[in-house]
């Protein structure tokens, strides 16, 4: 485990994670530190100093992407990306996402559209899934929306 260290001194190890992820946790990284410092400019949080903490945190998180390596322990970066790690994942409704995932590809297989067990290890990689946030169309997938005055011919799929 890339945590666990007998002799308690800090070590290098290597990020050796696929170019889409890095790139992911670049822009997540950047945007992350973007909104701690303007929070401490113009509306301080309660603990300045966390802020001023977790903000370095991020900076070494970026640096370490940069070198593809990484200084170990590290506990703030750490509780930092656990952080926000969670919070991404509640904001963005990821439970749900994946339990409605889950079932449509159940339901799937149940009628034959696809051998095997659904589930969590039936997705792409991550490094070659699609990162863009999926948009509910009216209707269901593969429903347009048709500019017409004839209201059965909305309905219809395109």
Known sequence: MADQNPT???????????????????????????????DITTDPLPDPAADAREADAFR??????????????????????????????????????VAVHDAHHALLSLLGGRHGKA????????????????RHEPGGPGRQRRDSSDPDDRDRVG
């Not at 589930?119 to 999926?134: F, I, K, L």
């Open 119 to 134: 589930g969590r290890g039936d997705r792409r990689p991550a490094d070659q899934a699609n990162t863009s946030p999926a």
């Open 8 to 38: 308690a001194g800090r070590r290098v190890v290597p990020i050796d994670l696929p170019p889409t992820q890095t790139e992911i946790l670049r822009d997540e990284l950047l945007g992350w530190l973007a909104g701690i410092e303007e």
């Open 60 to 97: 070494r998180l970026l640096a370490a992407l940069d070198r593809n390596e990484i200084a170990l322990p590290d506990a703030e970066a750490r509780e930092a990306m656990r952080r926000a790690a969670e919070g991404y994942d509640e904001a963005s409704g990821y439970e749900r996402v």
